[in-house]
């Protein structure tokens, strides 16, 4: 069974370069185009990971963090943030993100990531 990523983006354009990317390699992928409609599918999809971009409307990456870590169905559910603000790094941390990439995304470095974070989650 695929793992199911969630990615969570207001760059259109951005998302569905990482759609196919995913789905070539073989990763079943659920997208939201703000953090609104990104929590609403985490709470439908459960997806074992999200990808998610912090400067976004509705409802940024922060907020989406919080309010997803008080909801007991998805809060266990690792993040990796999209940011363009590499100094956030501490504070990610502190939010419970797993990882981080900075913009402009590098599709291999993300596949990797993603990869290594799978292999060690299933040890």
């Known amino acids: 069974m695929p793992k199911k990523i969630l990615v969570v983006d207001d760059e259109a354009d951005l998302v569905e370069i990482l759609k196919s990317s995913l789905e070539v390699n073989n990763y079943e992928v659920i997208t939201a185009l703000d953090g609104e409609e990104g929590l609403k599918k985490a709470k439908e999809g459960k997806p074992d990971l999200i990808?998610?971009?912090?400067?976004?409307?509705?409802?940024d990456?922060?907020?989406?963090?919080?309010?997803?870590?008080?909801d007991e169905?998805?809060?266990?559910?690792?993040?990796?943030v999209f940011t363009?603000?590499?100094?956030?790094?501490?504070?990610?941390?502190?939010?419970?993100?797993?990882?981080y990439i900075v913009k402009p995304?590098?599709?291999e470095k993300l596949l990797d990531k993603i990869d290594m974070f799978f292999n060690m989650s299933c040890k």
């Open 73 to 80: 169905s998805i809060k266990n559910i690792p993040v990796i």
């Open 61 to 70: 990456g922060w907020t989406f963090v919080r309010e997803m870590k008080m």
């Open 51 to 59: 990808l998610l971009d912090i400067l976004m409307p509705k409802k």
């Open 84 to 99: 363009v603000k590499e100094q956030f790094k501490g504070e990610f941390e502190l939010e419970g993100v797993k990882d």
């Open 105 to 107: 995304v590098e599709i």
